[in-house]
């Protein structure tokens, strides 16, 4: 068979693949069906063949991606450690290694295409229900074992991830002056400000 137009192995994994090669080296703004087709060595009908549209293939590499990510911070959350050591690994693992972090360039494109793409939106609610979850967890872990004060995790959750998200919009664009270790230290010390026993 030409290059262009072989059959792939494993389709699915190869093309996700792909895509986060593509978005670390190039950005989202140049991801084509017809570049990833080449990246592959393959067609872009085959391609849409098994994933239909740009759009699923964005839904299906962000989830491949959350998945790879899954491990890392179960052992966070689950390790056996004071949470305050959980949370600093928690926002450590959240906030993107740097600027054009291809998993974060990912969320961000997500984000903008929701209210046009309601299967991404799902998408997007799902993946960020389970960081929710984990940082319940060890809020919650902590207040059992008297590191923390007593307080509604729930609400902590949600006021602490969007300051994480903001921090790594920032990150992952390139603001200028944007340090990504004072961020994280923010955070650690608004945690420290609303949930450690005086």
């Known amino acids: 068979m030409a290059r262009g137009h072989r059959r792939l192995d494993r389709p699915r994994e190869q093309v996700l693949e792909a895509a986060m090669a593509a978005i670390a080296e190039h950005g989202l703004a140049d991801l084509t069906m017809a570049g990833l087709a080449r990246r592959l060595g393959t067609s872009g009908g085959h391609i849409l063949y098994y994933f239909g549209s740009k759009d699923q293939v964005l839904v299906e590499t962000l989830r491949w991606s959350e998945e790879r990510l899954a491990p890392r911070r179960a052992e966070i959350v689950e390790r056996a450690a004071p949470a305050g050591d959980r949370l600093a690994g928690y926002i450590d693992l959240y906030l993107p290694s740097g600027t054009a ?14 209210l046009a793409v309601p299967e991404l939106r799902e998408t997007q609610a799902e993946l960020d229900r389970r960081w929710h979850e984990d940082l319940v967890r060890v809020v919650d872990d902590g207040v059992r074992a008297g590191e923390f004060v007593a307080t509604d995790a729930e609400a902590f959750s949600v006021r602490l991830r969007a300051m994480l998200d903001g921090f790594s919009t920032q990150i992952v664009i390139g603001v200028p002056g944007v340090d ?9 010390d608004h945690c420290r400000r609303t949930l450690e026993a005086r």
């Open 180 to 188: 990504r270790a004072a961020f994280a230290a923010h955070a650690l």
């Open 101 to 114: 972090d291809p998993r974060w360039l990912l969320w961000v494109d997500v984000w903008s295409r929701t």
